[in-house]
């Protein structure tokens, strides 16, 4: 299932690309995927309510970085 | 064993009874066509937006290639169910004719215009639409395939259309009361109740409903926000609270939208959700779409009224039931 859904993730990002590059006449387009995290009403109160933060932008891997196997 | 026979066959009787009113009792026009008035509007408008950039959506250089919507709406066993005659046309100038020709069945949809025709048409190109783009829509696209698939039942062409205007010129007469009228409109209705029905259930997984901090990740979703409320910050129990009434109101909505008492207190709260909804975050469109659903339980008296009021008469029978 999560092959198929991969495969489906990486002709949509494909796609966009494409789409892009025939747009603006580029050769190569590179895609990122950026998470915005919201930030809690307290958090975000003594930050005065600024939803812009650059720390609260964060680029997504591709490819999941598998965790380190912990031996006995 | 008689006595338990004789209740039983009386009360499904009754049920038989109940079932072929709720349903089947033909009722006044007035709110389908009021019904079918908007949500055409929003479909002829969904239609145009799309016209806007159509080399963007459809063709050989879109943003989701056709090939690239088939594997998307392939399950993992291979099969798909999606149909579009947009599947089988790559050509960007037939794309472009088939996109303007169908402003056709969508304007003669909205204004009422030989609706048994055109209605069917409509919901070919709206789902060919749906299923061709996929991963390129929303809420308002879900609720105008809705809209389409019930206005080929009925799209209440008595009033407030063309048909009825043409009639009245060649003094045909026109027969009011429809049981189709009837049937569209419950399946409407019920729609909506399943539509919150999920959507409460769906924020009964979420921590955010539960602790009343939902509203507050609305409001401050940057990407979403077309009017800045995080100053509601300042009144937590506020914003605790209507997250609650938001999801209470959602979840019991397919209860209290039925009986009168409770009605209009429901569908109040539905133009305060979806105008918030339209106003704070952007989505007009979602939230004038889900109002045109909700205007399906306004009485067929009520809306003969109100549009007299505003200087539209129409003609109109006593109402047998809400």
Redesign the interface.
């Known amino acids: 299932m999560w092959k198929h859904r991969r495969q489906q993730y990486e002709a949509l990002k494909k796609s966009v690309a494409d789409h892009l590059c025939d747009r603006h006449g580029a050769k190569h387009c590179t895609l990122t995927r950026v998470e915005h995290i919201q930030l809690s009403p307290d958090i975000s109160k003594a930050l005065n309510l600024r939803l812009d933060l650059p720390q609260t932008y964060r680029d997504l891997p591709e490819a999941l970085t598998a965790p380190e196997v912990i031996k006995p | 064993m008689s006595t338990l026979a004789s209740p039983l066959k009386g009360n499904l009787r009754e049920l038989s009874q109940g079932f072929n009113r709720f349903w089947f009792e033909p009722s006044d026009p007035h709110t389908l066509a009021m019904v079918r008035l908007c949500g055409g509007a929003m479909l002829l408008y969904t239609h145009l937006v799309w016209g806007l950039e159509l080399s963007?959506f459809l063709g050989p250089?879109?943003?989701?290639?056709t090939?690239?919507a088939l594997?998307?709406s392939t399950a993992?066993d291979g099969s798909n169910y999606t149909w579009s005659y947009l599947w089988y046309v790559q050509s960007p100038l037939l794309i472009g004719i088939l996109h303007w020709l169908g402003i056709i069945p969508f304007v003669a949809l909205m204004v009422g215009f030989k609706t048994r025709w055109f209605a069917p048409i409509c919901w070919v190109y709206t789902m060919s639409y749906c299923h061709r783009l996929i991963?390129l829509q929303y809420g308002l696209d879900q609720v105008n395939a809705m809209l389409a698939t019930y206005f080929m039942v009925s799209a209440a062409p008595q009033v407030l259309s063309v048909d009825a205007w043409l009639a009245k010129r060649a003094g045909h007469p026109i027969k009011l009361r429809d049981e189709w009228t009837t049937v569209a409109l419950r399946l409407i209705q019920c729609h909506m109740c399943v539509i919150y029905f999920f959507g409460g259930i769906s924020k009964m997984r979420g921590d955010d409903w539960w602790d009343g901090?939902a509203f507050?990740?609305a409001v401050?979703?940057?990407?979403y926000?077309s009017l800045d409320l995080?100053?509601l910050?300042?009144f937590?129990w506020f914003?605790a609270g209507l997250s609650m009434a938001t999801f209470f109101w959602e979840m019991f909505y397919p209860i209290t939208v039925w009986p009168m008492k409770t009605r209009w207190p429901t569908l109040l709260m539905a133009v305060m959700v979806h105008g918030g909804i339209a106003l704070a975050l952007g989505m007009k469109t979602f939230g004038m779409a889900m109002i045109f659903g909700n205007m399906a339980f306004v009485p067929a008296s009520t809306m003969r009224a109100f549009l007299a009021k505003i200087g539209i008469k129409t003609d109109g029978t006593e109402e047998a039931h809400a």
Do not use: I, K, P, Y
């Open positions: 963007h250089h879109a943003l989701v290639t090939d690239t594997r998307m993992v991963g901090s507050w990740f401050a979703n940057l990407e926000q995080t100053w910050v300042e937590r914003v």
